[in-house]
């Protein structure tokens, strides 16, 4: 997919894992959206209405398993760290096709294996509320990144008490705002940083106070630097 490419709400009848060997991923359902860069894929349950989205320089793989085969047991989108091995192995797995030859057959019990022992799931889900009132102060956020206004300033901005909201945010998303517009703030950078926004710019246009404080977040969450983020090696040529 080139970048900013789409694709439009659809439907598989297998499960579906797609791993980015490059750049970013998004992919929306009605529940939200999950951002998956290098070094993590998506596993899309079968029958999960959801639309793609490509950011920065897409190498794309995808790999279909049988309804019948749930390794991880989700019934929902998610997002799961790929180690090594297991990158090998959907990168094989999606240039094989779904052929059903010996080989096939015997690369995707390893791969099955594999999901097992050590895919990972990630807290990289950005839930959206179905509150009309919540819908509004999130749909401006993510309008904004940078908007650093309380929970009480936007209660006035849509009409509702800073305790309403955050009833709403603890019932509807299962997090705290904070939690809730750092996440939102991660999931942007990292579709600035594979668009190539210089990490000051990026910290900026997401809110962070400096760039060492954005810095210091995202280390937290993905394990390394975003200065680093973009020269993360792709998958191993074969």
Known sequence: MPPGGEIDAHRHDDHQIVYAGRGVLTVTTSAGSWVAPATRA???????????????????????????????????????????????????????????????????????????ISARQQPLHLPMPSDPL????????????????????????VGASDRTLSRLFARELGMTFPQWRTQMRLHRALVLLAERTPVTQVANRCGWSSTSAFIDVFRRAFGHTPGTHARRPGPRRL
């Open 42 to 116: 998506l596993w899309i349950p079968a029958g999960t209405v959801h639309a793609h989205q490509a950011h920065g320089d897409l190498d794309l793989h995808l790999v279909g398993l049988p309804a019948t085969e749930n390794p991880l047991g989700l019934e929902s989108p998610a997002v799961l760290a790929v180690g090594p091995l297991l990158r090998e192995l959907i990168i094989a797995r999606a240039r094989a096709g779904d052929g059903d030859t010996p080989e096939g057959t015997r690369l995707r019990g390893v791969l099955l294996d594999q999901l097992r």
């Open 134 to 157: 919540l819908r509004a102060v999130c749909d401006l956020l993510r309008a904004d990144p940078s908007d650093n206004r309380t929970l009480a300033e936007w209660g006035r901005l």
